[in-house]
């Protein structure tokens, strides 16, 4: 078994000024700058045979090149339950296209179809028990944040093994936008 998902990177230019919004919530486990990304959509554990179906279905979505911008930050959970800060993605019709296409895919290599709903983001911390007061002034602190646009050729699928600090992840394969 192996635990993938597919994912646009996030370029380590971009990626250091998420970096320097990485303070001011005690206990929060910050992401590193290699681990950021926007998820397109998570598999999680899949038998090799059927990861091997999936790239080859992967291979053949169509989707051009696009450009994104990040904008804003946000939490998932409520009061207790809080458990990661983001970095939201600015709408964009071409992301969630794609975003369709690899749940398409996933379909197609016979995965269950995906319950939540797609909300871009960047994952900046994973958080546990944290203040939500807190958690409420960082956000607030960050609201404005605006990346200037970034241009989006590629996208991976990516392998992620959870170890006891956080996962970590490794690109297996790039797929061009065309």
């Known amino acids: 078994m192996i635990r993938?998902?597919?994912?646009?990177?996030?370029?380590?230019?971009?990626?250091?000024?998420?970096?320097?919004?990485?303070n001011g919530l005690?206990?929060?486990?910050?992401r590193p700058l290699e681990a950021f990304h926007i998820t397109l959509r998570f598999f999680g554990e899949v038998r090799e045979d059927v990861a091997d179906d999936l790239h080859l279905e992967l291979?053949?979505?169509a989707a051009?090149?696009?450009?994104?911008?990040?904008?804003?930050v946000g939490s998932f959970g409520?009061?207790?339950?809080l458990h990661a800060v983001w970095a939201g993605v600015k709408e964009s019709p071409a992301l969630r296209r794609?975003?369709?296409?690899?749940?398409?895919?996933a379909r197609r290599a016979g995965l269950k179809a995906e319950a939540r709903a797609y909300r871009p983001h960047v994952t900046l911390a994973y958080l546990r028990r944290p203040d939500p007061l807190e958690?409420?002034?960082?956000?607030?602190?960050?609201?404005l944040l605006k990346s200037p646009p970034f241009e989006v050729k590629s996208f991976g699928l990516?392998?992620?093994l959870l170890l006891s600090g956080g996962s970590r992840y490794q690109l297996e394969q790039i797929y061009k936008l065309r």
């Open 98 to 105: 794609l975003a369709k296409a690899c749940e398409t895919a």
């Open 4 to 22: 993938l998902f597919a994912a646009v990177a996030v370029s380590p230019e971009l990626g250091e000024g998420l970096q320097a919004r990485q």
């Open 59 to 61: 291979e053949h979505i």
């Open 64 to 72: 051009s090149p696009m450009n994104l911008e990040l904008e804003g």
């Open 26 to 30: 005690a206990g929060a486990n910050w």
């Open 158 to 160: 990516y392998s992620s």
């Open 135 to 143: 958690v409420a002034a960082w956000l607030s602190a960050n609201a």
């Open 78 to 81: 409520e009061g207790p339950d």
